[in-house]
């Protein structure tokens, strides 16, 4: 490599589409920003047609459709069919709450390849209450069996906090007993609905431990029938998780607007500037967006990242929830037990195991 050239960065792997924050539900963990994005601002068909062909011509393998809630698109299966023709791996993350058998089965006429359904508990009556919805435990185990009936891949999402992590066991058996061929176990991430909602859904350490110890014993006892992926807690780790794979290397996300993000809650750190496919092509924004520019490589690092032999495992953890306890979205991930903030999440976690047990949902309007 001559001094004139960079090195080539490499191709995203996929593509998070966030067609809508439109929802049903008001799950208290909600990944979408607290300022929503309205409908009359959402990206038209042909608009993401175009975005998945340059997704498509820049590497990326796969799309996630996703919100809010994807089936409030009327044209959701119009996109899903412009995804699949631009020779992309389809995957639709629903609530299962407005998607019909109709819709489904027109899904699956266009190409989709997979289905994720989101379920908040395997206890009917308190699934319910935590998505804010009546019947909706009902409704996904509907969809489900519709899924399966048309031998479409089935992934079961469960956000696991105070409410449900006694019922981690009973999760796996619901998503096997549903015919699903893998599920998520995702600890709840604090930030926006999630990070306002922190005191309610925060377990302690001991409900935390046993969770990720539960999930190896089950992982053993139903290998061969299930795959069985999780998330670490991050408020009880010992090390960051490479988040995202590392800050603008292996994936992006779109906006229901059409701003390109590093990350889904890269908006929370105030001072990025994040460009729009309404006005640039998605491989101008890949390589030159200063939002993507920001943490990639290494030379933002403060100490002990920058010396640390984990730099390149993890990059340093998350940006964002860097920023939210310490103030600076440069600072080693609080969650590291290197990180000199490190005493400032194990201060946030004893607090919340202290507290008392308060669930309580954050209506999203």
């Known amino acids: ?27 208290p963990y909600c990944s979408n920003p607290l300022a929503l994005e309205q409908a009359a601002d959402e990206l038209d068909t042909a608009t993401w047609a175009r975005v998945f062909r340059e997704a498509a ?11 809010g809630e994807p089936g409030a698109r009327r044209d959701l299966v119009e996109i899903s069919a412009a995804a699949h023709a631009a020779g992309l791996y389809t995957n639709l993350i629903t609530s299962a709450i407005g998607i ?34 009546r019947g909706g435990f009902d409704r996904k185990c ?15 999402n469960v956000v696991v906090h105070r409410a449900n992590i006694e019922r981690i066991e009973d999760m ?12 998520e176990i995702a600890h709840a991430q604090y930030y926006g609905w999630a990070l306002k909602n922190r005191a309610a859904l925060m377990p302690t350490r001991d409900q935390a431990v ?19 992926d999780a ?20 994936s992006l996300n779109v906006t229901p607007s059409g701003r390109v993000l590093p990350c889904h809650a890269a908006e929370s750190i105030p001072g ?26 290494n030379d933002w690092m403060q100490e002990p990242c920058r010396s640390c032999a984990r730099k390149d495992l993890d990059f340093g953890g998350c940006r964002c929830q860097a920023f939210l306890i310490t103030g600076d979205a440069r600072a080693a991930d609080p969650a590291c037990h290197l990180s000199p903030h490190h005493a400032d999440v194990e201060a946030l976690a004893a607090q919340q195991a202290n507290s008392a047990y308060e669930y309580r949902r954050v209506g999203k309007g």
């Open 1 to 27: 490599m001559t001094a004139l050239e960079a090195p080539r960065l490499p191709a995203p792997i996929g593509l998070l589409a966030e067609l809508t924050h439109r929802c049903p539900l008001g799950c």
């Open 57 to 67: 011509t820049l590497g990326i393998l796969q799309v996630h459709l996703s919100g």
């Open 100 to 133: 019909t058998a109709q819709t489904l089965a027109a899904l699956a006429d266009a190409g989709l390849d997979h289905v994720q359904i989101s379920i908040q508990d395997s206890d009917p009556a308190s699934a319910d209450q935590i998505a804010g919805y």
């Open 142 to 156: 509907a969809l489900a069996a519709e899924v399966v009936r048309l031998r479409l891949p089935l992934t079961i």
């Open 172 to 183: 796996v058996e619901l998503a096997l007993g549903l015919g699903a061929s893998r599920i």
């Open 210 to 228: 046993a969770a990720v110890q539960q999930v190896e014993v089950l992982r053993k006892r139903y290998h061969g029938r299930i795959v069985i």
């Open 231 to 250: 998330v670490t807690p991050d408020y009880y780790a010992r090390f960051p998780k490479a988040c995202v794979g590392g800050w603008g290397r292996r």
């Open 272 to 297: 990025l500037e994040f460009w729009n496919v309404r006005e640039h092509a998605l491989d101008d924004i890949w390589e030159n967006a200063p939002a993507f520019r920001a943490f990639r490589g």
